[in-house]
């Protein structure tokens, strides 16, 4: 069982869509992350949030949006996506930036 | 910049053998970490076993040990009495220990492990 919960598991959207997805753990961590995993491909780092303030952004796109309202949640909003943004996000998390990762089972993402 | 680099792309071992994953970085930094995960089909990404360059032990988490050369810059895995649950695609990853956006993980391009019953 992942102490990372990460929803929906599964996402087929259109490129007009707007969704969001969605990351929860409730260890006490402080530094909360999203990568993109393409298919046979090791992740991408994409945002790092440490004590809830965007720490990272590994220059995305603006039709990715992230939000951290508070510890134990981290969102990913997706407006206007193209193909090429069709992967595996997954979320992490971790006590602070220098320990070990805990990730989520990842979220499915297709943009038709 | 670091990288990470695994060689072989895919792997395969008979069930109860011992199988190694190769691994090497380039790094001029001297505090570092060194990670393997593994991605099984399910897809969460797990931690297998890390190591600290400072230290000169070898890491070991029951089946699984690593071969640290910090001067040969190489991080090998053995797995030990593979099980069918071993099968997946592992990652080695490095992590600078100097702060600020270097604790971001450098990740290899994976080995996909199979395990032959």
């Known amino acids: 069982d992942t102490e990372v919960t990460q929803t929906p598991k599964h996402l087929v959207m259109g490129m007009t869509n707007k969704k969001s997805l969605k990351c929860e753990q409730h260890m006490g961590h402080r530094a909360m992350y999203w990568y993109k995993q393409k298919a046979k491909k090791p992740p991408e780092l994409m945002f790092v949030y440490s004590y809830e303030k965007l720490s990272i952004n590994e220059s995305v796109p603006s039709r990715f949006s992230p939000e951290c309202p508070n510890s134990s949640l981290l969102n990913l909003h997706l407006h206007a996506l193209q193909p090429e943004d069709s992967a595996l996000y997954l979320c992490?998390?971790?006590?602070?930036?220098?320990?070990?990762?805990?990730f989520g089972n990842g979220t499915r993402l297709t943009v038709t | 910049a670091q990288t990470v680099t695994q060689s072989q792309p895919e792997m395969s071992v008979q069930e109860a053998e011992t199988v190694t994953l190769s691994c090497t970085y380039d790094t001029s930094e001297s505090d570092y970490y060194l990670f393997w995960y593994k991605q099984p089909p399910s897809r969460q990404m797990i931690l297998v076993i890390r190591q600290e360059a400072y230290k000169q032990q070898n890491a070991t988490e029951n089946r699984f040990s690593v071969n640290f050369q910090k001067a040969a810059k190489s991080f090998s895995l053995k797995i030990s009495d593979s099980q069918l649950g071993d099968a997946a695609m592992y990652f080695c990853a490095y992590r600078s220990d100097s702060g600020g956006s270097n604790y971001k993980l450098t990740f290899g391009k994976g080995t996909l492990l199979t395990v032959n019953p």
């Open positions: 992490a998390s971790n006590v602070r930036e220098n320990s070990p990762l805990h």
